[in-house]
């Protein structure tokens, strides 16, 4: 894995919480979630039941839209998808919204503080639903 420029022979180029992966030999049976966790360390994302149901593995992935060159952000279900389906994509993960270490983001602080989860194993998941859901629509309503 190298992060810079790409070039012609960069092989798959995309974006983890704002910093550049390039990777010229990537197997492409590798989930995005095994990409996230091994390659990059990152294990706020989680493996629940690999089947894509549980929501553990959520993580956003935002894309150009081209018929109007709007970004467009979507729920992804890292255990099922491929890494290679992010190719000149930004995904964003529990880790790249906020932290204990620096601020925790509005969704994160109001589950806290609601006392919203239990033991905490799905709740990444459900921040990020929520997290992208504000992103699309920053005021949403009960319709």
């Known amino acids: 894995m190298e992060s810079g420029t790409a070039g012609p022979a960069a092989g798959l180029v995309f974006f983890v919480n704002g910093q550049q992966v390039s990777c010229s030999d ?3 049976e590798l989930t995005l979630l095994q990409f996230i966790r091994t390659t990059l360390g990152l294990c706020g994302t989680k493996l629940g039941c690999a089947e894509g149901g549980c929501g553990a593995c ?3 992935v935002s894309r150009l839209a081209q018929d109007d060159k709007s970004i467009r952000h979507y729920t992804v279900n890292a255990c099922l998808a491929p890494v290679c389906s992010v190719h000149g994509c930004a995904v964003t993960t ?3 919204i906020g932290s204990t270490k620096t601020r925790l983001h ?3 602080e ?3 503080r609601s ?3 239990q033991c905490g194993f ?3 998941g459900i921040v990020m639903s929520m997290y992208t ?3 699309n629509n920053p005021q949403p309503t009960q319709a």
């Open 122 to 124: 799905c709740t990444p």
């Open 26 to 28: 990537v197997d492409p």
């Open 133 to 135: 859901l504000l992103r």
């Open 58 to 60: 959520t993580v956003m």
């Open 115 to 117: 006392h919203g989860s």
């Open 110 to 112: 109001r589950i806290a």
């Open 94 to 96: 529990v880790e790249g």
């Open 106 to 108: 509005p969704v994160q």
